[in-house]
C-alpha cells in the first residue's frame, strides 16, 4: 500500500478545508443547515462555534506544520477503522484529521446523530482529489482495518474491545469535566465558565458538569452569572431535562438551586445530566487536584491553573482526547511493504 498524497499536499488540503468551512458556499451553508434539522441538537450557533474551533486551532496556516514537527509520519500507510461520536457538531473530526495527516487509508463509521457535516467535509476533499476516494472510505461495518480508534459510551466500549482488541487500537469511554473555584473568581471568569458549562447543551465530555468550591462559597453569584444562557429555557428538549429533573428533586426532596437554566444539586459524582450542574466540597486543593488528575472520568480541568475559564471547548491540535496521543498511535502503526 502506498501514500496517496505527500505530507505537503495533505497540510494543503487541510488548510484550504479551514478556508472553505470558514466560507460561505452554498453546498457548506445547506449541509450546515441540514444537520440542525436532522439533529435539533445541533444549533446554528453550536455548529457556528465547532466551526470556528476547528478552522482556528486546528487548520488555520502554519499550524499543522508546526504540530507535525513532533511526529516521524509512518512510511508505510494501513487501513485505520475510526468510529465517531456524535453527541456534538463534528466531534469526531480531530481523530479524521490525524489519520489523513499520517497519510493512512481510513474507513469511517459516521454517528447518525452527526452524518451530514462529517459527510460533506469528505466528500470535499473527493473533489479536491479524486483519487482519495480509494482512500477514505464511509463505511457501515468496519471489518478489514489494521488498527482501530473507537469513541462510545462505557457500554460501547465493552463491544469495542470484543470486536477490536486483538488490533492496535484506542477505545474511549465515557469522560467529563469538572471546574475548581476559590471565590476569587471575576465576573469575567464566571461568565466564561458559563460557556464552558452550557456550549453544546452540555453534551460535550469536555463540558464541566461538576464544580468544586470550598466550604462557604457564594452560590448565587455564580447563579446569577450562569444565567447568560437562560435562552436554553426556549428550546423543548433541554427544557424538558430542566423540568424532568426538577420533578424528580422536588419528589424526592433533593436540596437544589436553580436559575431559568440549570439546576445545581450537591453531587460527589463528576457526570451530572442536561440542564444539571452538580457540585461538591473540597477543603485541600492539592488533594482535590490528585484525585481528578489520577481519574479516569475526567476529560478536562478548568481552574485558574489549569484550563482558563471559558477554553474548555477549544481544544488544540496536541489536546488529545482522554490524554491517550492519537497522531503518535498512528504513526506507531505501519503498513506491510
Known amino acids: 500500500m502506498e501514500h496517496i498524497l505527500t505530507p ?3 497540510i494543503e488540503l ?4 479551514g478556508r472553505h468551512m470558514d466560507g460561505q458556499s452554498d453546498t457548506w451553508q445547506e449541509a450546515k443547515e441540514m444537520a440542525g434539522y436532522s439533529n435539533p441538537w445541533f444549533s446554528t450557533g453550536h455548529i ?40 456534538i457538531p463534528m466531534v469526531g473530526f480531530h481523530d479524521m484529521l490525524c489519520g489523513f495527516i499520517s497519510g493512512h487509508h481510513m474507513r469511517l463509521k459516521l454517528s447518525s446523530k452527526d452524518e451530514i457535516l462529517m459527510r460533506h467535509i469528505v466528500q470535499w476533499l473527493y473533489a ?9 472510505v464511509i463505511a457501515e461495518r468496519l471489518t478489514g482495518c489494521d488498527a ?17 482488541g486483538k488490533y492496535p487500537h484506542i477505545i474511549r469511554k465515557n469522560r467529563t469535566s469538572v471546574a475548581i473555584l476559590d471565590g476569587s473568581e471575576t465576573d469575567a471568569e464566571l461568565d466564561a465558565l458559563a460557556d464552558d458549562v452550557y456550549l453544546y447543551y452540555g453534551l460535550g465530555c469536555r463540558n464541566v458538569t461538576q464544580v468544586c468550591v470550598p466550604e462557604g462559597y457564594n452560590f448565587e453569584r455564580l447563579l446569577q452569572r450562569l444565567s447568560k444562557y437562560d435562552s436554553y429555557a426556549d428550546f423543548s428538549k433541554y427544557q424538558n431535562n430542566y423540568d424532568y429533573h426538577l420533578a424528580l428533586y422536588l419528589l424526592n426532596k433533593v436540596p437544589y438551586m436553580s436559575n431559568k437554566s440549570l439546576l445545581m444539586v450537591q453531587n460527589d459524582l463528576p457526570f451530572s445530566a442536561v440542564s444539571v450542574l452538580h457540585y461538591r466540597y473540597y477543603t485541600d ?53
Open 8 to 10: 505537503e499536499r495533505r
Open 14 to 17: 487541510m488548510e484550504m478545508l
Open 48 to 87: 457556528a462555534a465547532a466551526v470556528s474551533g476547528i478552522t482556528q486551532a486546528y487548520l488555520s496556516p502554519g499550524r499543522l506544520a508546526q504540530w507535525l514537527e513532533a511526529y516521524k509520519l509512518p512510511s508505510l500507510p494501513c487501513t485505520v477503522g475510526i468510529v465517531m461520536a456524535g453527541n
Open 128 to 136: 479536491q482529489e479524486p483519487a482519495l476516494q480509494d482512500a477514505i
Open 148 to 164: 482501530y480508534i473507537a469513541t462510545g459510551s462505557n457500554n460501547t466500549a465493552r463491544y469495542f474491545e470484543q470486536y477490536f
Open 285 to 337: 486543593r492539592q488533594a482535590l487536584l490528585h484525585e481528578l488528575d489520577s481519574s479516569e472520568d475526567i476529560q478536562a480541568i478548568v481552574a485558574s491553573d489549569r484550563i482558563p475559564f471559558g477554553q474548555s471547548q477549544l481544544p488544540q491540535l496536541s489536546d488529545y482526547a482522554d490524554g491517550v496521543d492519537t497522531m503518535a498511535f498512528l504513526c506507531s502503526v505501519q503498513g506491510l511493504p
